[in-house]
């Protein structure tokens, strides 16, 4: 099972937008690998026959019915945005950052 | 670099497409939440902590949307899996309040189908189907500043009513050997996907409003030489061009595609592997974000909600709702009903079909059905600048109209009084008629009446009549129209003149 690297960890910072120093990066792909290899130990006990899990509990179909529900007022949905114009969120420009 | 055309393209390559296309549901709440999914209103007043992606927020799938998602799949031929998941996609875009879209990714609910597209000429093709998959649909972005579009804008503003509306994404295999009817199949293969979803009532499948959206992949590969199979021959690189958002567009954006690659191709440089923005001004398109790779969007299963495992039963059950296929069901009715070609293509353009399929049941001619809905109704609904659909009445009271009309309750004219009142709102056709009191008099001592009045007031017409001018009567007649206001049973009333004249009928 290979660890996973400090590229990779480099990568996924900024796929996540998060700003990584390379001290950062030394010391977080270290304890990453460990956790990441530490999980990988699953995939040794699990046999071919137990399928992957992503629900533990074996529950299914909770649907709703189709009925509307009050929604939030405009003010209420703006009360936490950081800048608010014409009942809309105000946001940065967007292609400025896109590489 | 010289421009090519479409055509010359097709010459020198052999183009592989595939087709990604959008459905918005027209369920009455969103996909995970219960906030109306309706088009138009202020912004942000249909949000709630779900769809904003608050914190702590639950999602909840919506039962009817699984349905449609469902039975859209089992009309495109699809298998439908024992159970399949959610999935989270990652990415960041202002319109994504979550950062992630909860969409399906490696179980997806409806998979390997296939659908026969109908051309122009009859030629049936069969695209293969690769997936349906449920998803949640983005807010809007609204630029400004700088032109209006994108690039160039100060800031953008964010309206979330749109997010969180139930989308199905239809995604084909990728289709080869159409060479340069490349641009024809995709068009009628979205075509074909929108009368479904119509046909299915999951959807308003209304193109220029975005209900169905179309993402539209093409490259170009060499064709083969003698002795080697094009199915030998690799794919080349393809673009990915976005929101081609009509039929006409998704022709147009095959033709500029198709000519662009291979101009490039044919100049020695590379195809970039990219989304391309579609403009429907200038019917071209330009280069948007290089395309991620999948494991990009780090998708993983989405832990705040359950697998979706539809019972058998029930699938059984939803393949029982299945309607038709479109273009069968259109060269059906055209038979049965006797309508001509040109006939049948004004009603499947003025999307009439359904609506006069429904009078035609509920009892009317099919001739008097088509006269009704391309006629007067087609009027008051371009005068309307609405749908015909979007008229407030009902086949079954078009078929009641012409129920009075052939029964001689009323003419035509009276007819059209009586329609106005039901599009008003004031009732049935019948009682339409009853409390307008537009009912055809037959009644002789009325008509007589009338006819003595009028003939007393064109004192010279009866000697016309027996010098043999028989149309004399005409001006009586059109007199007795007048004064019974068109209710007047026109043929009694020239009977009544010639009797008063003396003259046989």
Redesign the interface.
Known sequence: MSSLERSDVAR?AA?A?IDMTDADLDRLSGQLAVIVDAVAKVAEVAGEDVPAT??PIP????????????????DD??A?APDA???????????GE?A | MSAMTYEQAMEEFDPVFGIEVHVELN???KMF????NEFGA????????VC?G?PGAMP???????ESAIRLGLALGCSIRE?S?FARK?Y???DLSKDYQISQYDEPTCYEGSLDVVLDDGTVVTVAIERAHMEEDAGK????GGSGG??G????????NRGGVPLVEIVTKPITGMGDRTAEVARAYVATIRDIVRALGISDGRMEQGSVRADVNLSLRPKAVAGESQDDVPFGKRSETKNVNSLRAIERAVHFEAARQASLLLAGQPVVQETRHWHEDTSSTTPG?SKEEAE?Y?YF?E?DL?????SREWVEELRGTIPEHPAKMRARLREEWGFSDLEMRDVVAADALVLIADTVAAGTTPQAARKWWMGELSRVANDREVALTALPLTPAAIAELQGLVDSGRINDKLARQALEGVLAGEGSPAEVVASRGLEVVSDDSALEKAVDEALAAQPDVLAKIQDGKVQAAGAIVGAVMKATRGQADAGRVREIILQRAGVEA
Do not use: W
Not at chain 2, 60 to 66: D, G, I
């Open positions: 996924l796929l937008r992503s629900h529950m299914a179909n909770i649907h709703r019915e189709d009925v509307v529900r009050p929604s939030l007022a405009q949905a703006l936490a114009e014409e009942g809309r969120f105000r946001v940065p420009q967007i292609l896109e | 369920t009455r709440t939440c219960g906030c109306a202020e912004p942000n007043t249909q949000v709630c902590p904003l608050l909840v799938t919506n039962q009817k949307a699984v159970s998941r990652n960041f875009y202002p972005n609204t630029h400004v994108i690039q804008a100060d800031y953008s503003l964010v309206d979330y974000r990009d780090r299963p832990p359950l697998p979706v495992q539809p």
